[in-house]
Nanobody, 127 residues
Framework: QVQLVESGGGSVQAGGSLTLSCAAS????????MGWFRQAPGKEREGVAS???????IYADSVKGRFTISQDNAKNTLYLQMNSLKPEDTAMYYC?????????????????????WGQGTQVTVSS
C-alpha cells in the first residue's frame, strides 16, 4: 500500500517562501513519477510540477522560475520549494505518485497519470 503524507503548508505573505514535503512509503518502483498538484476552492485540480526516477522535471507555466521540485531518494521524500509566493498560489497542495511503465510518459502534470495521492496540505498566501 503506497502512502504519501504531505507537510509544510501554512500561511505566508505575498513574496514569501514555503517548502512542502511529501514522505512516501510502501512502494519500491524503480521507474516512477511523482508530482505536486493544487486545487483552489471552486477550481479544478491542476498540476504544478513533476519529477521522475531519473530526475527529469516539468513545471506549470504559472510557477516556472518560482517553484522547484526535488527528491531525496535516501529519505523517500519529495519536496516543493516555493518562492515569491502570490495570492493566486493559495490552494490545497497534493503529492501524487505512480509507477512508470516502459514506453509511458516519464513526467506529467495530468492527474490521469497518477494513482496514488496524499491527503493534502493547505497553503494560504495573503496580499
Amino acid at each position: 500500500q503506497v502512502q504519501l503524507v504531505e507537510s509544510g503548508g501554512g500561511s505566508v505573505q505575498a513574496g514569501g517562501s514555503l517548502t512542502l514535503s511529501c514522505a512516501a512509503s510502501g512502494y519500491t518502483y524503480s521507474r516512477y513519477r511523482m508530482g505536486w498538484f493544487r486545487q483552489a476552492p471552486g477550481k479544478e485540480r491542476e498540476g504544478v510540477a513533476s519529477i521522475n526516477s531519473v530526475g527529469s522535471t516539468i513545471y506549470a507555466d504559472s510557477v516556472k522560475g518560482r517553484f522547484t521540485i526535488s527528491q531525496d531518494n535516501a529519505k523517500n521524500t519529495l519536496y516543493l520549494q516555493m518562492n515569491s509566493l502570490k495570492p493566486e498560489d493559495t490552494a490545497m497542495y497534493y503529492c501524487a505518485a505512480s509507477k512508470v511503465s516502459l514506453g509511458s510518459i516519464a513526467v506529467s502534470l495530468s492527474s490521469l497519470f497518477y494513482n496514488n495521492w496524499g491527503q493534502g496540505t493547505q497553503v494560504t498566501v495573503s496580499s
